[in-house]
């Protein structure tokens, strides 16, 4: 065990010795939000079986774009990755620099999502065209609202990198920031199944 | 588990082949659409694309292979009332 390991296992963080609350309480907040898009994504599934799909509807999605969005998320995901890794190197400008590439990545999906929102719009494809269109928004909108929170807590955590941070304070919030992303990440992996993908099928 | 495990398990994963992997999966599922297959092999693709995606992402970067059981009970409990939830709307949505 490494001197940052000591550190880490008795900061006022760790519960008993070995268990991090914060760790903890970020799970049972993933937890919640899995019951949350969960639940939306059964009705979605469960109304498109017993309508035998949704016919022209879902065939108006752009899922190309979707497909462009889902690569620029796993590649943020990969830059927060790295930049755990530099964390654990103690490398802090590392961190910054793979951090602040995730933030503008997560930005950069947001930019196409309001593209593509303008794009629907301009077509006449609102909230209120049809049942798809309804939970395209309502699923798609939850989605980028978590995503831009998580945007904005990369960028506060990467603004509090300093020369007065600890090593272990560091790798121990940028665990829990990354916990998050991921969560963000996984959820729109089906989405971007259920929402783009499986309406275009044949 | 211990924080040092943690460590050494994460430091294990290459996240650049974690990232090729994605990548490719993701080509599997919009493959299935772009070449147009016929839905009872198109849904199946992209379905299976898809949860490896997530399982990789768990595991990989998650680091749920090397977590507490308490963690994956966390992570299990709302899954199962996501099922759960399923099942009991079956009747009224598509029954009906």
């Known amino acids: 065990m490494s001197n940052s390991d000591v550190e880490l296992v008795h900061s006022p963080d760790v519960f008993e ?51 462009l969005n889902t690569l620029v998320l796993f590649t943020s995901s990969l830059t927060a990755a790295l930049a755990q890794g530099a964390a654990r190197a103690r490398d802090a400008a590392g961190v910054r620099r793979y951090l602040g ?14 593209f ?27 989605h980028v609202l978590h995503l831009l929170a998580g945007v904005v807590v990369i960028f506060g955590l990467r603004w509090l990198i300093g020369p007065h941070t600890t090593d272990a304070w560091l790798e121990r919030k940028l665990k829990y920031v990354c916990l998050y992303w991921y969560f963000v990440e996984m959820v729109w992996i089906f989405l971007f199944a259920l929402v783009y993908l499986i309406p275009n099928v044949g | ?54 399982c990789i992402i768990g595991r990989s970067y998650m680091r ?13 409990f709302p899954a199962v009332l996501v099922v759960a939830l399923a099942f009991v709307l079956v009747p009224d949505i598509v029954e009906h």
Do not use: N
Request: charged share 10%.
């Open chain 1, 17 to 67: 010795g070995s268990f991090e609350i914060g760790k903890l309480g970020m799970w049972i907040f993933l937890a919640g939000e899995t019951m949350v898009f969960g639940g939306l994504m059964v009705c979605y599934t469960l109304l498109m079986i017993s309508r035998g799909g949704w016919g022209a509807d879902g065939a108006h999605v752009a899922w190309r774009l979707g497909g």
């Open chain 1, 101 to 114: 590439a995730t933030a503008l990545l997560g930005l950069f999906f947001l930019v196409i999502k309001a």
């Open chain 1, 116 to 142: 593509e929102y303008s794009s629907d719009f301009g077509e006449g494809f609102t909230p209120g065209t049809s049942l798809f269109w309804s939970f395209y928004y309502v699923m798609t909108g939850l």
């Open chain 2, 1 to 54: 588990m211990s924080i040092s495990m943690e460590q050494t398990d994460s430091a294990a994963t290459d996240p650049l082949k974690t990232w090729g992997l994605l990548v490719a999966l993701l080509l599997f599922g919009v493959l299935a659409v772009a070449l147009g297959l016929p839905r009872g092999l198109a849904l199946p693709v992209i379905f299976a694309a898809a949860i490896a995606e997530a």
């Open chain 2, 64 to 76: 749920l292979r090397s977590e507490d059981v308490l963690i994956y009970l966390l992570v299990l």
